[in-house]
């Protein structure tokens, strides 16, 4: 027990030690094509310093980072060898809070977050607490991962999940370039298997909704062309349906920072993160109107903020001291990884902020 307590102690101090490591990079904004602005610096001179919550709207659920995939542009660094999984008593204390929350949307991220031996309990329970949208992100492989998940579209379906998919591209190569060899052919299958029971047709209340992010280092395209572009070789390919997709901007931490620098790209991708920079897009960031907990009960702004260890800049920090009024007298926590979601149409987990 000893060495267990040891070994998770030492993990967590590497893991501290990297989020560090990503926050100077990131901090050092001095290139040999001059210094950037930071990011604070920037919105001040549209006038949205400090950058404050509005009404609380979504409370996004990380319940642990293990995942049955090792994507390369992961920003929660997610895969098999993951050991983090929210337990129960911490679920039990969300529960708690989404009872009584004001939030109309619930949404469960992970890793993949079928794969936290609660996930069933967890939902069948959150199902009950009158959340008007409720979210589970799905990899679409974990339904085909082992037997054991076979039947999750049924039990999706069963409790009115809307099951928001990673489906990087329409074609096998980019795909698997980005998710893993075979990545692709596994999620076709899944996809098929969510619409047999209803999930992603047309008229249809089971929500099926697609996300793609850049397999590089650039910015996404428009999303309305994107998603009218997915729909058509999907339909036409394998006759597969879905209601929407969310564009998402990658942002320079975690698997992806690290990807730029060994890339030589990290430079070239901040100028264009900063140069696309759109005022209209601060109004409406995701950490506005969201309240990111991570697997061992922390707070953070978003999940972007949570993998980089900045906690919620409140005198609640922890979900054993949730209060809504307090958290929501804050300012939210910045970086510059925040040029991200304020790039072009802007990013947030629900896709572009602007129209």
């Known amino acids: 027990m000893a060495k267990l ?116 309990r ?44 990673s489906m990087p591209h329409w074609t096998r190569g980019k795909t698997d370039k980005q998710r893993g060899e075979g990545v692709f052919d596994m999620s076709i299958t899944a996809l098929k298997e969510l619409n047999a029971v209803g999930y992603g047709m047309p008229g249809s209340d089971l929500k099926l909704d697609l996300v793609y992010n850049p397999n590089g280092a650039y910015l ?3 999303q309305v062309s994107m998603e009218k572009e997915f729909k058509s070789a999907l339909l036409a390919d394998f006759n597969i349906q879905f209601h929407n997709l969310f564009a998402i901007t990658n942002l320079p931490i975690s698997r992806f920072l690290d990807y730029l620098i060994a890339s030589e790209n990290y430079e070239d991708y901040m100028y264009q993160l900063v140069e696309a920079y759109n005022p209209a897009a601060v109004k409406n960031v995701m950490c506005t109107n969201t309240i990111s907990i991570s697997w061992d009960g922390w707070l953070y702004d978003c999940d972007f903020n949570q993998m ?43 896709g572009t902020v602007t129209a």
């Open 5 to 120: 307590k040891q070994q998770s102690l030492q993990k967590r101090d590497n893991e501290l030690a990297s989020a560090n490591r990503q926050l100077e990079i990131l901090s050092n904004g001095i290139f040999k094509n001059g210094e950037l602005p930071t990011f604070a610096k920037k919105i001040k001179e549209t006038n949205e310093f400090p950058l404050r919550p509005k009404k609380l709207e979504i409370l996004q659920i990380n319940l642990g980072y293990m995942c049955n995939q090792v994507c390369e542009h992961c920003h929660v660094d997610a895969g098999p060898d993951r050991k983090e999984i929210m337990t129960w008593k911490t679920m039990q204390r969300c529960l708690e809070v989404i009872k009584n929350t004001d939030a109309h949307t619930l949404d469960l991220t992970g890793g993949a977050p079928e794969m936290n031996p609660n996930f069933r």
């Open 122 to 165: 967890f939902v069948e329970q959150a199902s009950k607490a009158g959340i008007q949208d409720f979210i589970v992100r799905s990899n679409l492989t974990i339904l085909r991962a082992n037997k054991k998940y076979h039947d999750l579209p049924e039990f999706f379906k069963k409790h009115r999940v809307h099951v928001v998919s």
């Open 220 to 222: 996404p395209g428009d």
């Open 308 to 350: 980089l260890g900045l906690k919620v800049a409140s005198k609640v920090t922890h979900i054993n001291q949730y209060n809504e009024t307090i958290l929501n007298d804050r300012d939210i926590v910045i970086s510059q990884h925040c040029y991200g979601c304020t790039a072009g149409a802007g990013s947030s987990c629900q």
